[in-house]
């Protein structure tokens, strides 16, 4: 889809005051129908970047199917909204982006990827082999790699387990340091620090602080985040993207995940 005259890349680094939220969309947990209907809510709420992923094992196919349904829901949207110039509407142009458990999960219909190096990981194949396979199909679709450094920090969850990361503990100040140091060397643009998907505690506020010390980087932050009071915490020590999934999996209404939603996005920007 069309997402303006600016390459993902460049409205992702943006610089902008405060930080910008990312729902993150399992294709694993609802149909391609609901995930499009999920994505929609979250745009409306203010939510600025769909990402698509998280599970391991889905098949490229539901990927797919989950991509195309959500740009579909969005170009009907913008479509209404150029009808209706003068109506408050949400912006739809929004990026849907894939975020990769491997090379497997891929799909022509998203915008871009988080190109990942799992930097603390202790396989190879996080930290270069699934990259090498997955590289020729991007090329060959066409989508933008968002080269981003990943970071998975206590407590890790799934991710860090199945990523065989050594996690980056809340007293590890100087080694995110080192991290992000290294990621911004490496020529990386963005930078991730992950507390694992459903986490009973967010990264810690010391981490993300003294990674935004580096300069260059656009810092993402996810993994347990849930009130808006997480969320103030993150960005007051520097994240400028804030991504949550699970509060978008277990609401048990669109009109719960509305009210979720509103209140994490609202706390991006106060
Ligand atoms: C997982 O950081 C994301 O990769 C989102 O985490 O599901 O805990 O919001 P949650």
Known sequence: MNVGELTVLEKVCRPTKGARHITLIDPAKQTPEVAAQRAMVAVECGSAMIFVGGSTDTPDKVVHATCSAIQEALELRMFAASQNPTSEEADWDIPVVLFPGGAHALSPAADAITFMMLMNSTKRAFLVGEQVRGAPYLEQFGVEALPTGYVVCAPGGRVGEVGAAELIQSTDVEKVHAYALCAKMFGFSLLYLEAG??????????????????????????????????????????????????ITEDASSMDELRERLLRLVNACSN
């Open 197 to 246: 998907s459903g986490a009973d505690a967010p990264v810690h506020p010391d981490l993300i602080a003294k990674a935004a010390t580096v300069d260059g980087l656009t810092l993402l932050v996810g993994g347990g985040l849930r009130t808006a009071a997480d969320v103030r915490q993150a960005v007051g020590a520097g994240a400028k993207w804030i991504v949550t999934g699970t």
